[in-house]
């Protein structure tokens, strides 16, 4: 199983991103897949996930800005992130575990990508 992110990057305050995750040997359609992230000196923390309904959960922190999607036919996984903020800052990855219900806890999860860097300057 691969996830491969991208999309990342620096912009500024009030900018958008959207970030992609490619997905082999795993099929999106039909499992839970998250976005995470992790700033320097801070736990990984949950962003937002979906589930194989489309079913979609957000941590508070991004909820009416970031919106979580995928193409099944493509087999990829999306994060749209608007209004971005400083304390957006962070590497974030995708994940997926082959549960039933959206979860926001990295715990869960059995496959992570490398990661992208995002930065928001202010």
């Known amino acids: 199983v691969y996830l491969v992110e991208s999309g990342g990057g620096s912009v500024q305050a009030g900018g958008s991103l959207r970030l992609s995750c490619a997905a082999s040997?795993?099929?999106?359609?039909?499992?839970?897949m998250g976005w995470f992230r992790q700033a320097p000196g801070k736990e990984r923390e949950g962003v937002a996930a979906?589930?194989?309904?489309?079913?979609?959960g957000y941590a508070d922190s991004v909820k009416g800005r970031f919106t979580i999607s995928k193409d099944n036919a493509k087999n990829t996984l999306y994060l749209q992130m608007n209004s971005l903020k400083p304390e957006d800052t962070a590497m974030y990855y995708c994940?997926?575990?082959?549960?039933?219900?959206?979860?926001?806890?990295?715990?869960?999860?059995?496959?992570w990508g490398q990661g992208t860097q995002v930065t928001v300057s202010s």
């Open positions: 994940a997926a575990f082959k549960g039933w219900s959206v979860s926001l806890l990295p715990r869960n999860y059995d496959y």
């Open positions: 040997g795993y099929t999106v359609s039909s499992t839970c």
């Open positions: 979906i589930d194989s309904d489309a079913s979609t």
